[in-house]
């Protein structure tokens, strides 16, 4: 998605709109990316200008913090537990296994723009661990070939 035109100014207007505030970089990058899914790389510049401040400040924040993305998230995010009961139960192999089957490591999105990934600690799903999260619908005791299910499912379905 090329930055101009509307996204531009999206991002100008935000920016405008939240620079009085105190601490304002964090208030307008959730705002970014809240409105457009993710944090664009030209877009750094403009949020700079609006602060003052200069780009590389910009862009250490966004890059601290895993939160924010600098790419278009996939169509499903998938929340993956790395919290402690779910580490105790088989986490890990899970975590291996997803992130072989969709080729991707955290914080990255299939090449198809079908699935991004994510770690999360703790879905308050823990008598049900291993879990994760598929937009909004959890998954318990999550085994290698149930998430093969899930993500076929929630592939045909989106
Ligand atoms: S530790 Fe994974 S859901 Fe609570």
Redesign the pocket.
């Known amino acids: 998605m090329s930055y101009s035109g509307a996204t531009q100014t999206t991002v100008q207007t935000i920016a405008a709109a939240l620079k009085a505030k105190p601490g304002a970089l964090l208030p307008i990058l959730h705002e970014v990316q809240n409105t457009l899914g993710y944090i664009p790389a030209d877009s750094v510049a403009d949020i700079a200008s609006a602060l003052n401040l200069s780009r590389a400040e910009v862009h250490g924040v966004i890059s601290f913090y895993h939160y924010f993305r600098d790419t278009p998230p996939g169509k499903q995010i998938i929340q993956l537990?790395r919290?402690?009961?779910?580490q105790a139960m088989g986490?890990m192999k899970l975590e291996a296994h997803v992130k072989e089957r969709l080729g991707i490591d955290y914080h990255e999105t299939t090449a198809d723009g079908q699935f991004s990934l994510e770690p999360v600690y703790?879905?308050?799903?823990?008598a049900c661990?291993?879990?994760m999260q598929i937009g909004s619908e959890i998954y318990g005791r999550v085994s290698p070939a149930s998430f093969d299910a899930a993500v076929s499912e929630e592939g045909e379905s989106a």
Do not use: T
Not at 83 to 86: D, G, H, R
Not at 122 to 126: A, F, I, K, T, Y
């Open positions: 537990c919290a402690e009961s779910c986490g703790c879905l308050g799903n823990c661990s291993p879990a």
